[in-house]
């Protein structure tokens, strides 16, 4: 079984809907990431979370909100989505060790129209 | 802020060795650097990390330059399943875009 998972994999949605994308780890991590992919573009961070009370936005936290509801779960929510949020989504998770090396989820893929 | 810099875009021909570089002139001295990969429609994966010494494990070698401004990951032969997006990261979270790795046949 896969160590961190994320659902949906693959999500439609219609401008101004709300939308969850979850995560979950089985690998007893404190801390977990958000990130977006565009097509040809690296990584941005979106929120990262060093424990469950502990939330910190990242590079594009904007029209984005996450909760941490418990150690192994992450959830990343888009309040209204737009199309422009159309992208690839990863979540990570990482020891809490510094320096840590990050394990990522398989990633869903979100069209917003 | 740190950041790294790579080529965008190698080649290499199957079976030859690869050499990915990677500048990280802002690095402090305390800061691992990471070196992952990404397969077609797949998550990031880890490939190997350092600090000062020259790294090895099953997947790569990763020589740093002795002022730690630089690294190199080292495919010894490189196969057609090693064709992916390389990154290399210090510790801020920051993913730029890596470098494309073609592997001929």
């Known amino acids: 079984d896969a160590d961190v998972t994320q659902t949906p994999r693959n999500r439609i949605t219609k401008t101004g809907k709300r939308i969850m994308l979850e995560c979950s780890q089985t690998?007893?991590?404190?801390?977990m990431y958000w990130y977006r992919q565009d097509p040809g573009l690296g990584l941005r961070l979106i929120y990262y979370s060093f424990d469950v009370k502990d939330i910190n936005k990242g590079e594009i936290s904007d029209g984005y909100s996450v909760s941490r509801q418990a150690q192994a779960k992450f959830s990343l929510s888009l309040e209204s989505a737009i199309p422009n949020q159309t992208a690839l989504y990863f979540c990570?998770?990482?020891?809490?060790?510094?320096?840590?090396?990050?394990?990522f989820g398989p990633g869903t893929r979100l069209l917003v129209l | 802020d740190a950041k790294t810099t790579q080529p965008n875009s190698m080649e290499s021909n199957e079976e030859e060795p690869v050499h990915l570089p990677c500048n990280h002139s802002t690095i402090s001295g305390t800061d691992y650097i990471h070196w992952y990969r990404q397969l077609p429609s797949q998550g990031p994966e880890y490939v190997i990390h350092?600090?000062?010494s020259n790294v090895n494990n099953r997947m790569a070698s990763l020589a740093i330059a002795e002022d730690r401004k630089s690294s190199t990951l080292i495919l010894h032969r490189a196969t057609l399943r090693d064709a992916a997006v390389y990154y290399c990261i210090q510790p801020s979270m920051r993913f730029g875009a890596g470098t494309r790795l073609t592997v001929k046949p």
């Open positions: 690998k007893g991590h404190d801390r």
């Open positions: 350092g600090l000062t």
């Open positions: 990570a998770t990482s020891a809490r060790e510094y320096q840590e090396t990050q394990y």
